[in-house]
T-cell receptor
């Protein structure tokens, strides 16, 4: 079992551009959550997907959107990138409300 | 709104010491609490998960306790080793805020050889 995987590992974008990050959950997991972690801070919840629908959303603007596919993998899209969007983006998977397992993250740098 | 704090923010100890990391949360109606380890620039590794009905969990040299009524959890690390150097994060989940985690800012631990 490969666990939770994320791609790409690192990404550099320019302000105003759009980015898509990808996550494959741990085998058997049906729920995917996304978090943003700024340098030196704890992760902050962006949103959670279950059965291909956004089940819950944190305090993030509509520029942040997502999708879950029938195979439970998920994408995080960020439009109109700002310098402040530079962070480590973490994906976590779980079987509904059980223990969450985190991926290695995608480091996004916006210049 | 749930808020999670961790004390101390940073800690440096010599190898072999026993140490305690503290986590506090403002809303005691939690579903569970989880401690994670994070190495620099990396993802999170789950250490211990404590359900709301439990008082403590143990794994090897790690022991985590939970006191819901006071909104506190502690992570005890016995006989610390240089390999324990990392940032330790606690996170709480509860039904009032759905299934997502609310994280603390972390404690950055350095264990000196």
């Amino acid at each position: 079992d490969a666990g939770v995987t994320q791609s790409p590992t690192h990404l550099i974008k320019t302000r105003g551009q759009q980015v898509t990050l990808r996550c494959s959950p741990k085998s058997g997991h049906d729920t995917v959550s996304w978090y943003q972690q700024a340098l030196g801070q704890g992760p902050q919840f962006i949103f959670q997907y279950y059965e291909e629908e956004e089940r819950q959303r944190g305090n993030f603007p509509d520029r942040f959107s997502g999708h879950q596919f029938p195979n439970y993998s998920s994408e995080l899209n960020v439009n109109a990138l700002l310098l402040g969007d530079s962070a480590l983006y973490l994906c976590a998977s779980s079987l509904d409300e059980y223990e969450q397992y985190f991926g290695p993250g995608t480091r996004l740098t916006v210049t | 709104k749930q808020e999670v704090t961790q004390i101390p923010a940073a800690l440096s100890v010599p190898e072999g010491e026993n140490l305690v990391l503290n986590c506090s949360f403002t809303d005691s109606a939690i579903y569970n609490l989880q401690w994670f380890r994070q190495d620099p620039g990396k993802g999170l590794t789950s250490l211990l998960l404590i359900q709301s009905s439990q008082r403590e969990q143990t794994s090897g040299r790690l022991n985590a306790s939970l006191d819901k009524s006071s909104g506190r959890s502690t992570l005890y690390i016995a006989a610390s080793q240089p390999g324990d150097s990392a940032t330790y994060l606690c996170a709480v989940r509860h039904g009032n805020y759905g299934q997502n985690f609310v994280f603390g800012p972390g404690t950055r631990l350095s264990v000196l050889p």
